[in-house]
């Protein structure tokens, strides 16, 4: 711990730069993780399944853990050729002292950048590009990520509730058939809920639904 101390306190130049390094890098690793959701498309794939769950009434069933496992194991599925064209021409030079950091840097955001351009929005990329008052890029390169991640984070969002808004239709027409022989029916004071979940259950079964969404989610990208 006092040599921890020390480092802060010693007045030699190579230490205090050494020391500002590790906050700094302390820093990224800790805001990596929301980084990398928003680059990525765990945001789609996590919203998606979280559609599902809700059209199916199926409270917590399956649970936010296996939802985000799920959703994960598919990012990294999806995201592999992006990763591995990354380690590829940043990491691995970086790792052996071939590139600088700053290089480093340069590479690994133009397989990201790519990634991201194909499922931007323009009309979201131009409302901040507008804002930041910049001048019209020639290619997807040429945009700052501080602006093309959260264009790139709104678009994935409408098309998210998008698909969510497809999944929903079919479960609502059985809640309002249900609901709709239980009230000619005159049992008004029974949860439509309780009767249309098990034929919504039958139905997402009978149609395959898990393959059949992760086959959209899949195709989408």
Excluded: C
Excluded at 59 to 86: D, H, K, R, W
């Amino acid at each position: 711990m006092n040599e921890f101390i020390d480092i802060f306190s010693n007045s030699d130049p190579e230490s205090i730069s050494t020391s500002v390094k590790l906050l700094l890098l302390l820093t990224i690793l800790s805001v990596a993780p929301g980084l990398l959701i928003l680059m990525t498309s765990f945001t789609r794939i996590i919203i998606v399944l979280s559609f599902v769950r809700t059209s199916l009434a199926t409270q917590q069933m399956p649970p936010n853990q296996v939802l985000i496992g799920i959703a994960l194991f598919l990012t990294f599925f999806v995201m592999a050729p992006t990763f591995q064209e990354v380690n590829d021409q940043a990491l691995t030079p970086l790792f052996n002292n071939e590139i600088t950091l700053d290089v480093a840097y340069e590479e690994a955001s133009v397989p990201m950048k790519e990634f991201m351009g194909k499922h931007t929005r323009q009309k979201d990329l131009e409302l901040f590009m507008g804002y930041s008052e910049m001048e019209r890029p020639e290619t997807i390169q040429d945009v700052p990520l501080t602006t093309l991640v959260p264009a790139f984070a709104i678009s994935e969002l409408k098309t998210a509730f998008q698909m969510g808004f497809m999944i929903f239709v079919p479960f609502l027409v059985i809640d309002m058939a249900v609901a709709s022989v239980l009230m000619s029916m005159g049992m008004m004071m029974l949860p439509p809920v309780m009767i249309s979940l098990p034929f919504k259950i039958l139905l997402f079964v009978l149609v395959d639904g898990w393959y059949l969404i992760s086959k959209s989610l899949l195709e989408g990208f």
